[in-house]
């Protein structure tokens, strides 16, 4: 996945987030924070496996808890994959 | 009789899903045309089963129901219980926002949660590992998260839990919420029962048993309860709930009432896992409990909506219990099995057929059992043979028989004020 540019992730995890949250998509951008789109605990947990799945990365408890923002995941996915 | 200070318990509202159509109009109709809901399954694929019918419930559109979000964190089970507790809620035309949310309960059965959630889970324990399990696993799975997702869906803050007695749970469901509100423990109280049990690993373990109809060519004629060659139920799925409200309640609201709850009966046979009890004898007594607990007489009873499961030892020995209560009355009273169309819907079974006694009570109209076409020297009673039949319908007793000897029996009546 490392020629993934950041759009191509941003749109992959925008969709993973309208299918698990139930928000629409015009509704999700960089900035938008998990906690903004109603994501509880369990919620959170279900997007980083399916982050983890699709991109084909690990993400551990500590790099996990400070993905608070669509953002801050687009990155870590580019900086880890 | 209930002693002065004891409310009386009457139905306001009636929720459906099931093989015979979703919603309280299409059921009542499609049981009184002695239509069946049974077919070639279609939940997955069943070549390798001995069985391979079902009463599925067509057309479930959980959007309908419930936001993707929530459609997402809630098995089958629980969608079908949730849906069944918005359409009562609406039938009863009962404003929860104008409700103490304190003083409305839930009470729903279920034989088995969410399994369907469980096997799909655990092929993915098997093919991925344990990082892989959904975080949702468990609160989809356990039995109590239909009851759960109700309150979290609409509100209710009142006394809420789950009741299991495999196919027994929907009754005991509602004669527990009936004591409840008899108490005065609430106003309001949705109860009633779920299962969507039409899985793999479930129809296998039925088959194994020996339980199930194999049937398979004509499926519509395989559930024919107390018939000569019965071989066995079909499993079905579905969820039915009933608003319970004290009168006081009711009448305040100007609700209209379908019957009253005036009975129930809960004993144990305790003699085995699936078997039951060859003389009828704690059967029978939750009948005469029942009746008791409504201060009415056996030869009042003018219908009794049989467990009727079609298979070999319910329907003979059901019968054996009916005659032990009713003596000669037995039979003169119109006894009748909802199963024959719907098939067996385990923990929902007691609250779909509650509600039919509540439409019977309300319309004077009995539902056959259809199929009905070699009498069995040991189950001779006017069991309303492939017919509905229009008749006063003052009393109506309903019988439920769990897996593990579980009696529950609720006596319904007319409200006449």
Not at chain 2, 4 to 26: C, M, N, Y
Not at chain 2, 191 to 204: D, R, Y
Request: net charge negative; aromatic share 6%; glycine share 10%.
């Amino acid at each position: 996945m490392a020629d993934l540019n950041d759009q191509a992730i941003f749109e992959k995890v925008r969709s993973i987030i309208v299918e698990q949250l139930g928000v629409e998509e015009n509704a999700v951008a960089l900035e938008t924070s998990f906690e903004a789109m109603n994501a509880d605990s369990l919620d959170i947990v279900e997007l980083i496996m399916a982050l983890e799945e699709t991109f084909g990365i690990e993400i551990p408890d500590e790099a996990a808890e400070k993905l608070l923002t669509v953002g801050t995941a687009v990155e870590y996915i580019k900086a880890n994959s | 009789m209930l002693p002065e200070s004891k409310q009386r318990v009457v139905i306001t509202g009636l929720g459906v899903l099931s093989p015979v159509g979703i919603g309280k109009e299409a059921y009542w109709k499609a049981l009184l045309r002695g239509q069946s809901g049974i077919d070639r399954l279609t939940r997955f694929d069943s070549s390798l089963y001995d069985s391979k019918i079902a009463g599925e419930v067509k057309d479930f559109v959980p959007e309908q129901f419930l936001d993707r979000k929530e459609i997402r964190r809630t098995d089958r089970f629980a969608q079908f219980g949730v849906a069944a507790a918005k359409l009562a809620v609406g039938d009863a035309a009962l404003e929860l926002g104008e409700e103490d949310p304190e003083n409305i309960g839930v009470v729903i059965g279920s034989g088995i949660g969410g399994i369907e959630t469980l096997c799909e889970q655990h092929s993915v324990l098997l093919s991925k590992g344990p990082n892989r399990i959904s975080p949702f696993f468990i609160p989809m799975i356990i039995s109590n998260m239909a009851a759960g997702q109700i309150a979290i869906c609409l509100g209710p803050k009142g006394p809420n839990f789950t009741v299991v007695t495999a196919c027994a749970s929907g009754a005991n469901a509602i004669g527990e919420a009936y004591l409840m509100l008899r108490r005065g423990a609430a106003e309001v109280i949705l109860a009633g029962g779920t299962e969507t049990p039409i899985v793999p690993v479930a129809m296998a373990g039925f088959c194994s048993m020996k339980a199930v109809s194999t049937s398979n060519d004509e499926p519509q004629r395989a559930s024919r309860p107390f018939d000569k060659n019965r071989d066995g139920f079909v499993i079905s799925e579905g969820a039915g709930v009933l608003v319970l409200e004290t009168l006081g309640h009711a009448s305040a609201r100007g609700a209209r009432v379908y019957g009253e709850v005036a009975g129930y009966g809960c004993t144990a046979d305790g003699y085995h896992i699936s078997a039951p009890e060859p003389e009828g004898t704690e059967a029978a007594r939750a009948i005469r409990i029942a009746l008791e607990d409504a201060g009415i007489s056996p030869d009042r009873v003018d219908y009794i909506n049989a467990h009727g499961t079609s298979t070999e030892l319910n329907d003979k020995i059901e019968t054996l219990a009916i005659k032990k209560v009713f003596g000669d009355h037995a039979y003169k009273v119109p006894v009748s099995s909802i199963k024959s169309m719907i098939g067996h819907s385990l923990g929902a079974a007691g609250a779909l057929e509650a509600i039919a006694c509540a439409l019977s009570v309300s319309t004077d109209w009995v539902p056959p059992t259809i199929n009905y076409e070699q009498p069995d020297p040991e189950c001779d009673l006017d069991y309303v043979p492939n017919q509905a039949r229009q008749c006063p319908v003052r009393v109506a007793v309903s019988n439920s028989f769990g897996f593990g000897g579980h009696n529950a029996v609720l006596v319904i009546k007319k409200f006449e004020g």
